[in-house]
């Protein structure tokens, strides 16, 4: 019998390839639930506005993604198994015009500490290390995000507690809490979140030091520390406002006096004609008008100088 001669990582490769190859790209229509609790404004700005290109997520986190799905469904039987009624898996919770969204991962009646409550359920996994430092904090402490999903889908659904569960990755551990109603939480936190959305400019930054976290990996750190240009699309010239009287995350332009569609949103538009010098030469920095060095602007594109806010604005 013959020998398999394929290259030993040629499986390995080509599995992470299948993954990568059956995802779609993808970009939030808002701000995930799942980030709303994030540290830095200027971060939950930028991903709103759409500043920087999108991730790039390798097959093997995306197979980490598919194995926490699976981890979910495992959950939710365990709940079953005793004895809790599991209902609206998925539900969707929109929330500021619809601009901070999300979906939950049930509702569960009949958890043994209070069978008669309705309770949000949120699951999760962890490694070794943020097991044991879950089950020593408590999940406000610990994972901060994770508790700002909780209080939000709780807010959002009318629901006044939540149970949490975690799942150590390691050696199948469960870590357990019911997590209570935060009202004051909540709404200082949906506060932030519509200031962030009505900002036309970005908020200063969480810190000066891109080469520490937490701007060492941020996604933003290239436009917000190293000058680079932000991407061109609807949310980022001046022309377009997100619009907070409905829930369905709409975006509006002054400058075709029209809604934006999705599609239209990421594809942007070029001015037929630009605008006059003096026009073009007034872009925001910090709040204020400041004049462009340059006053020479005909026929170019007068978005490259309302994108420069997104980089030069004061932290």
């Not at 569960?165 to 200082?188: G, H, M, Q, S, T």
């Not at 949310?235 to 509006?252: F, I, Q």
């Not at 026929?299 to 994108?307: I, N, T, V």
Request: with cysteine.
């Amino acid at each position: 019998m013959g020998f398999d001669l394929t290259p030993p990582n040629s499986t390995r490769s080509r599995i992470f390839a299948a993954y990568a190859a059956a995802r779609s790209s993808y970009e939030p229509v808002g701000i995930n639930v799942g980030e709303l609790a994030h540290e830095c404004d200027r971060y939950l700005w930028y991903s709103f506005r759409r500043v920087s290109a999108p991730e790039k997520i390798e097959g093997r986190k995306l197979r980490i993604f598919d194995t926490g799905d699976i981890e979910e469904q495992r959950i939710l039987d365990d709940l079953r198994a005793v004895g809790c009624t599991i209902k609206d898996e998925q539900s969707r919770v929109r929330l500021v015009g619809g601009h901070v969204r999300g979906k939950i991962d049930a509702q569960a009646l009949g958890v043994p500490e209070a069978p008669k409550t309705i309770h949000i359920v949120e699951c999760k996994s962890s490694n070794e290390k943020g097991f044991k430092e879950l089950a020593a904090k408590g999940v406000r402490l610990a994972k901060p995000l994770h508790f700002g999903q909780c209080q939000i889908y709780m807010h959002g659904c009318g629901l006044s507690r939540a149970i949490y569960v975690c799942v150590n990755k390691n050696d199948d551990d469960i870590y357990v809490e019911r997590v209570a109603y935060d009202a004051e939480f909540c709404l200082r936190l949906l506060a932030r979140a519509e200031r962030i959305i009505r900002a036309d400019d970005p908020p200063g930054r969480i810190s000066d030091k891109p080469s520490v976290p937490p701007c060492l990996w941020c996604r933003h750190k290239a436009v917000c520390h190293e000058g680079a240009w932000p991407r061109r699309n609807c949310r980022t010239c001046l022309h377009s406002t997100p619009v907070l009287t409905s829930e369905n995350a709409c975006w509006d332009c002054a400058k075709h006096h029209k809604p934006l569609t999705l599609d239209e949103q990421a594809a942007g538009c070029r001015q037929a004609n630009a605008p006059s010098a003096q026009a073009a030469a007034i872009y925001a920095v910090g709040g204020k008008e400041t004049q462009l060095p340059n006053n020479d602007l005909s026929g170019s594109d007068p978005r490259e100088h309302q994108e420069r806010r997104f980089r030069e604005n004061s932290p």
